[in-house]
């Protein structure tokens, strides 16, 4: 199963909104409404964002949304924030093969 | 408090074996999917093996296949991964997590290192 792919570098100024795509096919995001999103600063746990495409777990902030069209979903992070920095992966989790693919990772720089 | 603590990383030269432990704290593994994930040096995160909660479905990815084996010890309320046949390619630090659904994995630990060098 190939990699989900993600743009490597996004960008925004404080205040700003940016989104972050992640493109599969039509047998991971295309198929299954397991799309899982995760912060990741480099030496700490990632962290879980979005998951089930559009959920949020508990603690994190609404500013954080997702959603799928087709077999893209995309991450949007609205009111950039200085701590917003950080890079994101994508994963779709496909049930008929009971595997979790992840995208490459995108690097979100605030400005 | 639910936290999970990876141990037994270290340096091995290739072709030799190496298990890591993941215990849990403040939750019983055996009512959650657990997942190991890795991260090389300068690359993404990389999903490596999962666990569902009853253990009846256990999966790897191609790269370790036939290498890795994952487990769990209920009594003690602790995941491993047992790697064989190791090579350079599997440096990495290696993460293992709790699931809260079908593939999103909720709380993470904060790693433990493999470096397989000769």
């Known amino acids: 199963q190939s990699a989900l792919t993600q743009p490597p570098s996004a960008s925004g100024s404080p205040g700003q909104s940016v989104s972050i795509s992640c493109t599969g096919t039509?047998?991971?995001?295309?198929?299954?409404?397991?799309v899982s999103w995760y912060q990741h600063h480099p030496g700490k746990a990632p962290k879980l964002m979005i998951y089930?495409?559009?959920k949020r777990p508990s603690g994190v902030p609404d500013r954080f949304s997702g959603s799928k069209s087709g077999n893209t979903a995309s991450l949007t992070v609205s009111g950039l924030q200085a701590e917003d920095e950080a890079d994101y992966y994508c994963t779709s989790y496909v049930r008929s093969n009971n595997i979790v693919i992840f995208g490459g990772g995108t690097k979100l720089t605030v400005l | 408090q639910v936290q999970v603590v990876e141990s037994g990383g270290g340096v091995v030269q290739p072709g030799t074996s190496l298990r890591l432990s993941c215990t849990a704290y403040?939750?019983?593994?055996?009512?959650?999917?657990m997942q190991w994930v890795r991260q090389a040096p300068g690359k993404g995160l990389e999903w490596v093996a999962l666990?569902?909660?009853?253990?009846?479905?256990?999966n790897y990815a191609d790269s370790v296949r036939g290498r890795f084996t994952i487990s769990r010890d209920k009594s003690i309320n602790t995941l491993y991964l047992q790697m064989n046949s190791l090579r350079a390619e599997d440096t990495a630090v290696y993460y293992c997590?709790?699931?809260?659904?079908?593939?999103?994995?909720?709380?993470w630990g904060q790693g433990t290192q493999v470096t397989v060098s000769s």
């Open positions: 997590a709790r699931d809260l659904s079908f593939g999103s994995h909720e709380y």
């Open positions: 666990i569902w909660s009853d253990g009846s479905k256990i």
């Open positions: 403040g939750f019983t593994i055996r009512n959650y999917g």
């Open positions: 089930e495409v559009t």
């Open positions: 039509s047998s991971d995001i295309g198929t299954y409404d397991y």
